[in-house]
T-cell receptor, first 110, second 111 residues
């Protein structure tokens, strides 16, 4: 176990709705990254937070947004859900170059 | 932008056979990482290679980083059913913030 936890484990939403996913990083890790993993694909980088600031962003639209809190836990918010947003959402806390992934949240958009 | 490609996409072997997956980057990498994802699970860090030509071993797994630091391979000797999963290579993006993952090689091992 990596010590990274995510909630919820599964979620079903309909198109147009909004969703918030949560992540608690491993103790002492101040950097959190979020990835989207579509079925049969590798994880795709969404964005990274370091000390509560967005530190880098991948090729995702602005309706994907996030937060990091003083305790380094993090949220991923997705507005105006689309069918293609159905995926496994992974958060990873970082120590040096190694990423410790949480178990993920499986989001299904109907 | 930087791309990381892996081949093959799938590999089905009999238990005891060897397995190799190859990873190629469109750009030179400062390091390369390998992850394993079991079916229904999440990626788990296996190893990081940093030096040109580096070779590292973990029991039956051998990892290599190419001389030009643009390619890498993972070789598993005498596969076991516990090796089943998808193996990903990943390199840091140009910005350094993200990891760019390949699409992975899914390994199926039948007894």
């Amino acid at each position: 176990e990596t010590g990274v936890t995510q909630s919820p484990t599964h979620l079903i939403k309909t198109r147009g709705q909004q969703v918030t996913l949560r992540c608690s990083s491993q103790s002492g890790h101040n950097t959190v990254s979020w990835y989207q993993q579509a079925l049969g694909q590798g994880p795709q980088f969404i964005f990274q937070y370091y000390r509560e600031e967005e530190n880098g962003r991948g090729n995702f639209p602005p309706r994907f947004s996030g937060l990091q809190f003083p305790n380094y836990s993090s949220e991923l918010n997705v507005n105006a859900l689309e069918l293609d947003d159905s995926a496994l959402y992974l958060c990873a806390s970082s120590w040096r170059n190694e990423q410790f992934f949480g178990p993920g949240t499986r989001l299904t958009v109907l | 932008g930087q791309q990381v490609m892996q081949i093959p996409q799938y590999q089905h072997v009999q238990e005891g056979e060897d397995f190799t997956t190859y990873c190629n980057s469109s750009t030179t990498l400062s390091n390369i990482q390998w992850y394993k994802q079991r079916p229904g699970g999440h990626p788990v860090f296996l190893i990081q290679l940093v030096k040109s030509g580096e070779v590292k071993k973990q029991k039956r797994l051998t990892f290599q980083f190419g001389e030009a630091k643009k390619n890498s391979s993972l070789h598993i000797t005498a596969t076991q059913t516990t090796d089943v999963g998808t193996y990903f290579c990943a390199g840091p993006s140009n910005s350094g913030y993200a990891l760019n993952f390949g699409k992975g090689t899914s390994l199926l091992v039948t007894p």
